[in-house]
């Protein structure tokens, strides 16, 4: 029964982050709703390619893994809400960037990772907590601060993007 309960507890923890930040976006981007239509940079520099491939695979096959391993296959329940609802909140970020960039052309499209990132070191810290009466699963564990580790890393490249994202003058990274 704790498994159901702590599985129920992030489902819920998650969706009120999703419904939170959801309002958060729709509300600026009503109050920005004159702004220009926005566009991502162009080009896009040659590092930029490494750095979403790396993100995608190190943020994807590692948790991937540990549901598959952990969560399934050795039937750890907890380990299976972990990673579900890792991966629901990256599938509805991808979802929120995808809408707010190609449907609404909107610059909220920017603030998206800074509201989901800082939620996503969360999930993951709290995935360390939950897991630490099992040390039969330590390697969960290991997943789940090298995660912390990779999206620290996205988060600080994504914040020294923000002066190419809003196209501020004077400041080239096309050289």
């Not at 969706?15 to 709703?33: D, H, P, Y």
């Not at 991937?64 to 991966?87: D, E, H, P």
Request: aromatic share 18%; proline share 6%.
């Amino acid at each position: 029964m704790l498994f159901l309960n702590t599985g129920l507890y992030l489902l819920l923890e998650n969706l009120v982050f999703f419904a939170i930040a959801t309002s958060l976006l729709t509300f600026v981007g009503w109050s920005w709703r004159n702004i220009e239509p926005y566009e991502l940079p162009k080009p896009l520099p040659g590092w930029f390619r490494v750095w979403f491939l790396s993100v995608q695979v190190f943020g994807i096959v590692p948790p991937l893994a540990a549901l598959l391993i952990g969560g399934i296959w050795q039937s750890n329940f907890t380990v299976l809400a972990i990673f579900a609802t890792y991966f629901l909140l990256l599938g509805l970020q991808i979802l929120s960037e995808s809408l707010s960039l190609r449907r609404f052309q909107s610059t909220v499209f920017v603030m998206v990772p800074y509201l989901y990132l800082p939620y996503r070191f969360w999930q993951l810290y709290e995935g360390t907590i939950l897991l630490a009466p099992h040390p039969e699963i330590a390697w969960v564990r290991y997943i789940l601060i090298f995660e912390i580790v990779i999206w620290i890393i996205n988060y600080c490249l994504d914040l020294a993007q923000l002066p190419r994202l809003f196209h501020w003058k004077g400041i080239s990274s096309e050289k």
